[in-house]
Structures are given as structure tokens and as C-alpha cells.
């Protein structure tokens, strides 16, 4: 079925008032119908047209008699879009509009559909400025003779841009609809399925006229019989439907907004009676027939042609009936071949002014057999075949009459013929764990019965089992395994695993997997045990720190639900939950700890914001302040020692862990990541404050380490001189690490120094003068003692250092490491104010 979006969509959005606002693009829209399982043919946007396209007045027409066919000369009001105000001048061959008439203009420079651009050219002796636009020249339809597009005034004014107010910015979707789904075949169906594939309300057009635009007002409700009606057993018909429509105006047009729809939709506009019963099919998907009333003489009988009786139908071709077609009677012959295409004889005409509409049901086999039989397929047989929903024959020719009024005035009758009625489906029992056992996908009590709704369900819970009622349109729907293919469907056939998962290679760990890795397999090389620390920690912990106020940790995140309302918060660090964890193992006898732990943190950023709306795609703004408002979560890493870490054996005294394992834990992970850490003095709660190392990376505080607070040990009943580091790892450069080795064939020359500092100076910056003095002959340095006596003074104390020279073209003498050596110690001396030490 043909379908246009801007129909679709405009309906979909008032069926609620929060969908008003709802906008969807092609390609969504195409995805959507795939999504609960229609597949679409592709669609195609309305060709564009470029340039001027206005509106314009009809002001004067003057007919050219003197050529082989009528031309008419017009005058066109255009308003100011010619930039004159004066008429245009066009010609025209067509002769549907009249003076005073509402068109749409292209002006010169204007390029139609197919590459015709429209320019100003002698014609007829005539100069015609523009071009006095048609249906098929905009592009709605591929029919030459749809004719002059006449619009209503509430379109506009002479002058104003026509594109928008004709919708040329529109798609026509083909959805391919399968057998079992005719009612899909209608705007009402695919607008029920698209709600579902967009998690949107539905308000069905056929029991809601104000979703489809309509008022029926000048409806009067059905009281008594229209005409007596005589339908034979034979036929199986359902439903047969009969309103009246008197004192039509015969001359009235459709208007351009319903021509539009049916001709992007496929069909041709006629008359304004016919024109209505094909929108009304195409809205509700019931098939509709207009018969001009006058020429219908007395009852109607619905009945099993004769063997070899004629016929004309309305595409003017006599065919011999069998005796299995169905049709329909008055009292002077066969007016209408049911459900496939009415006749000649009483077909709506330029001087028809009383209408009959007929609705029905037919049988969808009779009708299937009689399309095939006579080679002749309709838009009403289609929907026929596949069945048509009964229980809307009474809104269709209400929505009918009412259209006509509105269209050609005229009076909507109060009797009303109706033969049958709407059979109520048996109920289905159906197991409410039945779909998850059949499919292997676990579908919730809630699922169920929100999808079963959406289908047009009425779901009676009756605990374990539901009672499940299938709409009248859904004649395919008829046991438990119909109803579990529509929950399967509504909820995605990409959801039911196919085949068992099979690994396939891939492009392994990321660059921060490994990182993470390789951190975690170190620690645990050099002795640590890992525990997972919970991201919750207790509201007070930061106080019992003795924090600052403004503490960057202090940004914590508060659970709303959390699962003890003394630990409602997130952690900003990884200590409160590692030192909980030394507690609990000192408490149950572990007194010699190493542990680690590796996880995220979370800083709050801003407070949430609201919660934005659901039924639109949210704009970049909104996507951003949502982000923004989430909290920053980097990773973290930290280790934890308490007791001995060499332990005391048979082999001698043991080691307490110290500050210095605390600051090398944090050199492994450094190497671990591929980056060079830098230790400084530090003093930053709860670590001690003359026992505290700044870890930095490329001149940024990336962690600390040492020994914690004595006074916070104190308060958390922690042993003395527990210590702990922590750094953020996702400070860390993330660089990719690739062995790149220099091998040289020439000795390394190995020299020592030693250098009397103050007190005060750190050994690592001392060591970082060196290296920087010694030039780049030298291959490393290390410190290896550290030497303080009176011989000294007070105050001083001695860094002797290993320094390793090496050339890569040469063997190096002692006197050329030797004037290297001492451009280190001169540095040092000119930076430090440290002296050579002989």
C-alpha cells in the first residue's frame, strides 16, 4: 500500500495532545515499519520543485477561439512575488478554474519536476509569463490530465509561497502488506502499527472522527430503514450498510487537500462522491460504493449471479458472470459486482444529486475467486481478500456522508439500512510464561499485556493464564501461538537468539583494557591481593578526614534509594572502602596485609537535569545537559599495607610495609602504564602530613602515597602506620609502549658522585639536577646511599649517586665521563647549592 508521510504522521500526532509536536524523518519512518515486521518497497520524497511557486488569482480569462483546440489567456494576480503587483500573463489550455479561482503559479525561472524550467515565451500570440501549475506538473501524480489545481481560500493569499501550503515537502512510502494483515491496507492500520514501533498513544480514526479531522454534525443519528434490502444466504455476506445523501450540488469538486492524498496514494480523482468512498477506504481500510440514488429503482437484492449473465462494470467492459459472483440488484437489473467494482448503470454522473453510500462485508473467498475469475483487480477487492473489519461499516458511512455535506452540501438522511452483525471472537487462553517458553526470550507479565493491547486486545488476567480477545479486524488471529507471533513481533525479531553465540576473533583489549590489565597483573606480581571496594561510602567519612570544606572529594553523588542510608553516597576515592576491607581482615587476625583494588570513582558535575521529553529525538542542547549532568567516573587505582610485608621466619627478622612500598606500589603501576612518575614531599588528608608523597606525571598530581594520619588510624581503629596509596589512572597519558631497544657494542663506563645537600632537599630532585648536568652521554643514574655525620655539619646530609656513561660510536675514556660527571656536580652546586663531597 501506498502511504504518504505527512498523512500518516499528521495523524499519529493528534491522537494525543503530547504527540503534537512529533517529527520523524524518512528514513526513521521506513525503520519503523520494518521494526514490527513491514517490509517496505522504499519510498520516494515528491520531486522538488525550484524556484518561484506562488499562488495566485485568477483575475480575467480571455478565450482564444482562432486556434484548433481552446486556449485561454489569463490575467493572474501574483501579488507582489512578480515584483510589480501587476497581473501576470499566462496561457492555458485547461478548463476546470474560472475567473476569481485560487491556482498555483510557476514563475518564470521556476524548474518543475523532470528538469522543466518555466520561462517567459511567445505563445499563441501572447507573450505568457509563468506557468498556471497542474497536479502532475507539481509531481503528485503521473497522470496528465489530473488538471489545474484549484485550491480553497483558506490556502492563502495571491503572492504567498505555495510550496508549503500545498506540501510539496512530502514521502510516499510503498508498504509491502501481506496477506494476512489486511488491516494494514488502511491509514488506520499503519498508523496503529507505527505507534507501536515508536512507543506512542494510539486513538483509533474509526471510533475518534476528530483524529481524522472530520465532524459529523451534519450527521442526524440512523433512525428507521433507507430501502428495503433482500440478502440471500447463498452470498455468506457479512454486513451490507445503506446511508443517503440528498441535493448535492453535481458541479462540486473535491478539494485539493483530498485529491492530493488520493493521488499520492495512487488513485484518480473523479467526483466528489467518489473521491470520498476511496479517502474513507484508505482511512479505515472499508471499502466503500457511491450509486447515484436516482438511478436505483426500488429494494435492492444481494445475490448469486446467473450463469452467463452480462454486465458492464465501470471500466465500460461487458463480462459474462458466473454463478459463483455475487452482486447486487434493484428491481431492473444488477447494479454492482460485490466487492470488486460497481456498474454503469447507476454511476455517479455531472448531474447526480442524490447519493446512496454502501458499505459491507463480503466474504473474502467469494470475492478473491470472483477478482481472479474476471481478471479484474481493485483497490476494494484487496482489501476484501484480506478481510475487512465489520464492526466499522457504521462509522464509514457516517465519515462518508459527512465529507460529501461538507463538500457539496447537500442533506445526510435519517434512515440508514443495516443487514448483519459483528460476530464476537471467542476468547484464547493463554499461558502468561507461554511466549518466553516458545521464543527463549524473556517476555514479562507487563510485556505481554502492553503489547497484546496495542494489537487491539481486550486482556482479561486471570493469574497465571490470561483471557485474550482478538479485535474484528484481526480475523488471522485465532490461537495462543497468533497471539505470542504479535508479541514477538511488537517487541523485535532481533531480540530471539538464531544460532548459539560463536566466538570470532576480534581486535582484542583497547589501549586502556591493556593499561588496566597490565596495572592489575603487576600489583598482584609484586605481592598485592585484589578486593573489589564497594562504591558506596559512609556519609561521614570525609568528616572523620577532617576534610575541607571546598575538598575536590568532598563533590560526592547521593543515592536516592540507596541500600543503607548510612553509606548514600558514591566514593570520589577508593580509600574509605579499601581501609574498611584492613579493618575487617585486622579484626578476624589478619595482621599482614597488601591489597589493591582497581575501580571507579564518581565526582558529581551539576545537579539533573529534568527529565526531557520522551516523545521527540531531544535536540544537541538537551543531549549535552544531560551529559553534562552525569557524574565524572575516571578510574582509580590504590594499594593498602599494614604488618609486615617480608615476613619473620627461620631465615631471620621480618619488614614492616612502610611509606617508601606505599610510593613504590606507585612507580609499578607507573611503569606498568609506560610513563615516568616523579615523587615530591606532599601533605594531603589522611595521609601524614610529613610522611606524604605527590605523585606526579609530567608535572600533574596524578595520586599520593605514604603513610595515613595518625589520628585518623586512631578513629577507624586501623594499626599504626598503615599505609596506602591511590592515583587516578585515567590521569595517566595513555601511550603505546613498543620495545624499541639500543644495543651498542661499546663498554658503559661506570663513575660514581657524591653530593653534601641541606637537609631539606629532595633526594629525587638532586637526582634530576644530575641527570640533566651529566649531558646526554650518560645511560642512567641511581641513587645508592644515603650518608649523614658530623664530619658533615648540621643539617647536611650526603647523596652518593651511580652514574652509567656510554657512547654509541665509541669507547669512552675516564677523563671524558670524568668532565661529565663534573658538569653535574656544577649544576647541582648552582641549583642546590650542593658541594662535591671528596
Known amino acids: ?71 485561454r489567456y489569463c490575467q493572474v494576480d501574483v501579488g507582489q512575488a512578480n515584483g510589480t503587483g501587476e497581473p501576470q500573463g499566462i496561457i492555458c489550455g485547461a478548463r476546470n478554474f474560472a475567473e476569481g479561482d485560487l491556482v498555483v503559479v510557476a514563475l518564470p525561472g521556476t524548474v518543475l519536476p523532470g528538469g522543466f524550467e518555466i520561462a517567459s515565451r511567445e505563445t499563441y500570440g501572447h507573450l505568457s509569463n509563468g506557468m498556471i501549475c497542474s497536479a502532475a506538473e507539481l509531481g503528485f501524480t503521473d497522470k496528465q490530465n489530473s488538471g489545474i489545481i484549484v485550491l480553497s481560500e483558506e490556502y492563502g493569499q495571491p503572492g504567498d509561497d505555495a510550496k508549503p501550503l500545498v506540501q510539496l515537502d512530502d514521502t510516499v512510502f510503498e508498504v509491502n502488506v501481506t496477506p494476512d494483515r489486511g488491516y494494514a491496507l488502511s491509514a488506520r492500520g499503519l498508523a496503529r502499527e507505527i505507534t507501536s514501533a ?94 447515484d440514488a436516482d438511478k436505483v429503482a426500488g429494494a435492492l437484492t444481494i445475490r448469486n449471479a446467473v450463469a452467463g449473465e452480462k454486465f458492464e462494470t465501470l471500466d465500460h467492459v461487458v463480462r459474462e458472470l458466473s454463478d459463483e459472483d455475487v452482486v447486487i440488484c434493484d428491481a431492473e437489473g444488477i447494479q454492482s459486482l460485490a466487492g470488486v467494482m460497481g456498474g454503469t448503470t447507476s454511476e455517479i454522473s455531472g448531474t447526480t444529486t442524490d447519493v446512496y453510500f454502501e458499505a459491507a462485508t463480503w466474504d473474502p473467498r467469494t470475492v478473491a475467486r470472483t477478482s481472479r475469475r474476471h481478471k479484474l483487480t481493485s483497490e476494494a477487492s484487496r482489501r476484501f481478500e484480506r478481510g475487512v473489519d465489520p464492526a466499522i461499516v457504521e462509522a464509514a458511512l457516517d465519515y462518508a456522508c459527512a465529507l460529501l455535506v461538507q463538500i457539496a452540501g447537500g442533506t445526510v438522511e435519517t434512515g440508514r439500512t443495516l443487514v ?9 487462553e493463554l499461558r502468561v510464561s507461554h511466549p518466553s517458553e516458545l521464543i527463549g526470550v524473556d517476555y514479562s507479565r507487563e ?140 579484626a578476624r587476625g589478619r595482621t599482614d596485609l597488601s591489597l589493591y583494588g582497581v ?108 603513610e595515613l594520619h595518625p589520628q585518623i588510624l586512631k578513629d577507624l581503629g586501623l594499626p599504626e602506620r598503615t599505609c596506602a596509596m591511590e592515583l587516578d589512572v585515567d590521569a595517566l597519558p595513555l601511550r603505546e609502549v613498543l620495545p624499541a631497544p639500543v644495543l651498542s657494542s661499546y663498554p658503559a663506563l661506570h663513575q660514581d658522585i657524591a653530593l653534601v645537600v641541606d637537609e631539606g632537599v629532595p633526594a629525587e630532585e638532586v637526582r634530576a639536577v644530575v641527570e640533566e648536568g651529566a649531558g646526554e652521554l650518560l645511560e642512567s643514574v641511581e641513587l645508592f646511599d644515603v650518608f649523614r655525620g658530623e664530619q658533615l655539619g648540621e643539617g647536611k646530609k650526603s647523596l652518593a649517586l651511580k652514574l652509567l656513561f656510554r657512547a654509541p660510536d665509541r669507547t669512552l675514556t675516564d677523563e671524558e665521563a670524568n668532565v661529565h660527571r663534573l658538569a653535574a656536580a656544577d649544576l647541582a652546586q648552582e641549583r642546590l647549592g650542593a658541594t662535591l663531597r671528596a
Open 420 to 428: 448483519g452483525g459483528v460476530a464476537t471472537a471467542e476468547p484464547i
Open 447 to 586: 510485556t505481554v499485556v502492553k503489547r497484546l493491547g496495542e494489537v487491539g486486545c481486550a486482556v482479561v488476567d486471570e493469574g497465571e493464564t490470561l483471557s485474550v480477545t482478538a479485535p474484528t479486524w484481526r480475523t488471522d488471529i485465532s490461537m495462543a501461538e497468533d497471539l505470542i507471533e504479535e508479541i514477538v513481533r511488537l517487541e523485535g525479531l532481533d531480540d530471539i537468539p538464531l544460532i548459539l553465540p560463536t566466538p570470532v576473533g576480534g581486535r582484542g583489549l583497547s589501549p586502556a583494557q591493556r593499561r588496566e590489565r597490565a596495572i592489575t597483573h603487576a600489583l598482584a606480581h609484586h605481592g598485592y591481593a585484589e578486593i573489589l571496594p564497594t562504591p558506596f561510602v559512609a556519609n561521614d567519612v570525609f568528616d572523620v578526614w577532617g576534610l575541607a570544606a571546598d575538598d575536590e572529594r568532598r563533590r560526592t553523588v547521593t543515592v536516592q534509594n540507596p541500600l543503607d542510608s548510612d553509606y548514600a553516597v558514591l566514593g570520589t576515592t577508593l580509600l574509605p572502602s579499601m581501609l574498611e576491607a584492613v579493618t575487617r581482615n585486622v
Open 599 to 706: 575501580q571507579q570513582v564518581a565526582f558529581h558535575r551539576a545537579d539533573r537535569t529534568p527529565m526531557p521529553d520522551v516523545t521527540v529525538h531531544p535536540d544537541e542542547e538537551t543531549v549535552r545537559e544531560v551529559i553534562d549532568s552525569l557524574p565524572y567516573q575516571p578510574l582509580h587505582v590504590a594499594t593498602v599495607g599494614v604488618g609486615e610485608i617480608v615476613r619473620t621466619g627461620p631465615w631471620g627478622e621480618g619488614r614492616a610495609y612502610g611509606w617508601a612500598d606505599a610510593v613504590e606500589s606507585a612507580r609499578v603501576v607507573a611503569r606498568s602504564a609506560g610513563v615516568e612518575l616523579q615523587v615530591r614531599n606532599g601533605a594531603t588528608l589522611p595521609w601524614h602530613p610529613g610522611r606524604c608523597a605527590e605523585l606526579l606525571v609530567d608535572g600533574a598530581v596524578v595520586g599520593h602515597a605514604g
Open 1 to 71: 500500500m501506498y502511504i504518504a508521510r505527512n498523512w500518516l504522521t499528521g495523524l499519529i500526532r493528534s491522537m494525543d495532545e503530547a504527540q503534537q509536536d512529533w517529527t520523524i524523518d524518512d528514513a526513521e519512518l521506513d525503520a519503523g515499519f520494518v521494526r514490527v515486521g513491514f517490509e517496505t518497497e522504499g519510498y520516494a520524497p515528491i520531486e522538488e520543485t525550484a524556484g518561484d511557486l506562488v499562488i495566485g488569482r485568477v483575475s480575467r480569462i480571455e478565450e482564444l477561439t482562432e486556434f484548433k483546440k481552446p486556449i
Open 198 to 291: 515508536f512507543d506512542l498513544a494510539y486513538a483509533d480514526p474509526a471510533e475518534n472522527p476528530s483524529v481524522a479531522g472530520l465532524d459529523l454534525a451534519a450527521v442526524p443519528a440512523a433512525e428507521g430503514t433507507l430501502i428495503d434490502i433482500d440478502v440471500r444466504p447463498e452470498t455468506s455476506t457479512l454486513r451490507f450498510g445503506l446511508r443517503k445523501v440528498s441535493g448535492i450540488d453535481p458541479a462540486a469538486e473535491s478539494p485539493f487537500w483530498l485529491q492530493r492524498e488520493l493521488m499520492l496514494l495512487g488513485a484518480r480523482p473523479v467526483n466528489a462522491a467518489t473521491d470520498v468512498t476511496n479517502y474513507v477506504m484508505f482511512l479505515l481500510g472499508q471499502p466503500m460504493h457511491a450509486f
